[in-house]
């Protein structure tokens, strides 16, 4: 079992760059791919970006390609989203997700963090 807190999420004008963090406890988590998700009010949750377990492969929404960087560090247990070039459309709220194995879509994610609130003001 893996348990997930996200922290890192703030106000930041447009254009600015922010870094979530995603601390895991559990030991699954050396072996468990990660995602990021996000969902904004009034839309569904979508797919931001997600790592294997060996971050030897990283997937990225369309949206976010070339602004956004998932990276992880196994020693520290910890997931990161290095998010930059940000727009107003990226203001929502921020999910890190576990899973045996690398998905893109929530459903192949079994634990979740509680979320960090990104605003971007323009």
């Known amino acids: 079992q893996v348990q997930l807190v996200e922290s890192g999420g703030g106000l930041v004008q447009a254009g600015g760059s922010l870094r979530l963090s995603c601390a895991a406890s559990?030991?699954?988590?050396?072996?468990?791919?990660m995602g990021w998700f996000r969902q904004a009010p009034g839309k569904e949750r979508e797919f931001v970006a997600a790592?294997?377990?060996?971050?030897?492969?990283?997937y990225y929404a369309d949206s976010v390609k070339g602004r956004f960087t998932i990276s992880r560090d196994n020693a520290k247990n910890t997931v990161y989203l290095q998010m930059n070039s940000l727009k107003p459309e990226d203001t929502a709220a921020y999910y890190c997700?576990?899973?045996?194995?690398?998905?893109?879509?929530?459903?192949?994610?079994?634990?979740w963090g509680q979320g960090t609130q990104v605003t971007v003001s323009s």
């Open positions: 997700a576990a899973s045996g194995s690398i998905a893109t879509t929530g459903s192949g994610y079994a634990y």
């Open positions: 790592i294997t377990w060996s971050a030897g492969n990283t």
């Open positions: 559990g030991r699954s988590f050396l072996r468990s791919a």
